[in-house]
Structures are given as C-alpha cells and as structure tokens.
C-alpha cells in the first residue's frame, strides 16, 4: 500500500526566503506527482504535475523535482511572499491517487 | 463543463437524515475520487472510479456510506442516517485514466454541517 509523507508538517519563514517542501513515497512505481495548494476553506489548486519520466517541472517561482527511484520529491518556492502561505499538498498517482498530509506554510511580511 | 462542478457548496441537515452530494466530473475524465477532510485535518480517502471497472470503496467509513457513478460521468455520494462526525467538507477530483500526464484536479467541495 502507497503511503506519502510531507516534511516538514508546518513552517513559518520571513517574507523573501526560499524554502523547500519534501515528500517521500513508499512505493516508486508511480505514473505522476502532483503538488497542489490549498487555501483555508477552499478546494485544493493543482500547481504541478510531474510525470514519472520527469525529473522536474517549473512553474515561476516554483520549481519541483522528483527522484522516482528514491521515492522523493521536493518543492522549491523561490523569494517567499506572504500570499504563498497556504497548506501544500503533494500527491502520487499509481493505480490511484494517494496524498501526504500537508506542509502548512506560513510567509509573514 | 470546465472544471469539477460539486452541489451543493453547503449543506445543513439534522442528525439522523439523509445527504447526497453531486459531482460533476471534467468532460471525458474516466477517473473520479471523493475524499473527506474534516477540520484542520488532511484529506481521507472515500471511493474511487475509474472507467467500467468494480470502484474502491475501501475509505468508505461505514455502510451508512454509499457511492454511485452513473454513465461514467456524474457522481453521486449518499450518506445515510447522518451523524455528528459526518461533519466535513466533501472532496471530489477527477483524472483521465491513471497514466502518464493524468493530472487531476478538484471542486470546491461541499461543506456538511450535522446538527
């Protein structure tokens, strides 16, 4: 059974830092990675999709990489604002989609 | 449609009655899950459809539980007999078949109050 595992489960950093989410999977046999963000009482927001063949996807000031083989992603977010601050979530796609628990991030002015 | 449609946004109903959610998958998504997330918690897994194939009821907490997915587009989850911990927001996301490139993508949930 696929299990994902965010680290850390809460940040807090000063406006204008980079910073680094991780994700770790059990089981590498895997078609995609996806991160999503989500807002407080809102649905979640997919930010990127890396597929298996990928070793990394940018989407301005986010960067994310996967090592499939080492059941391993991270997710760069680059001169932190404060509107990033969100949970983020990551999730692998096998023959379902499994989530990690969430990284609640927050960027204070 | 253009993104994942789910009716309603909010629902109240009294302890002990009958729910059903909607959800409107994305146009030619053969994929369709539901999850929970009660509050302050991470997302749990309900049910899982994908094309023809018997779906994943696994997550479904209790047999006051139901899923169905009629024509292979819109989902309906039916919860019987409400309780108070049946009180979440009600997730659904829809994918192309499980492959490469199938990203998936969210409504804005249906928020369950029981009282």
């Known amino acids: 059974k696929q299990e994902v595992t965010q680290i850390p489960a809460a940040l807090s950093v000063p406006e204008g830092e980079n910073l680094v989410l991780n994700c770790s999977f059990t089981d590498s046999a895997i078609y995609n990675l996806q991160w999503f963000r989500q807002d407080p009482g809102k649905g979640l927001t997919s930010l990127l999709l890396?597929?298996?063949?990928?070793r990394e996807q940018t989407s301005g000031r986010l960067n994310a990489s996967l090592d499939k083989s080492s059941g391993r992603s991270t997710l760069y977010i680059a001169a932190s604002q404060p509107g990033d601050s969100a949970t983020y979530l990551c999730a692998v796609q096998g023959n379902m989609l499994t989530f990690g628990g969430g990284t609640r991030l927050m960027v204070k002015p | 449609g253009a993104g994942v449609s789910q009716s309603p946004s909010n629902k109240v109903t009294e302890k002990g009655k009958d729910v059903e959610l909607r959800c409107d998958p994305i146009s030619g998504h053969t994929a369709l899950y539901w999850y929970r997330q009660s509050l302050g918690q991470g997302l749990e897994f309900l049910i899982y459809f994908q094309g023809n194939s018997a779906p994943d009821k696994s997550g479904l907490p209790s047999d006051r539980f139901s899923a169905e997915r009629t024509g292979g587009s819109v989902s309906t989850l039916t919860i019987q007999r409400t309780q108070q911990e049946d009180s979440a927001v009600y997730l659904c996301?829809?994918?192309?078949?499980?492959?490469?490139?199938?990203?998936?993508?969210f409504g804005q949930g249906t928020r369950l109050t029981v009282v």
């Open positions: 890396i597929q298996s063949s990928q």
């Open positions: 996301a829809s994918s192309l078949a499980p492959g490469q490139g199938a990203e998936a993508f």
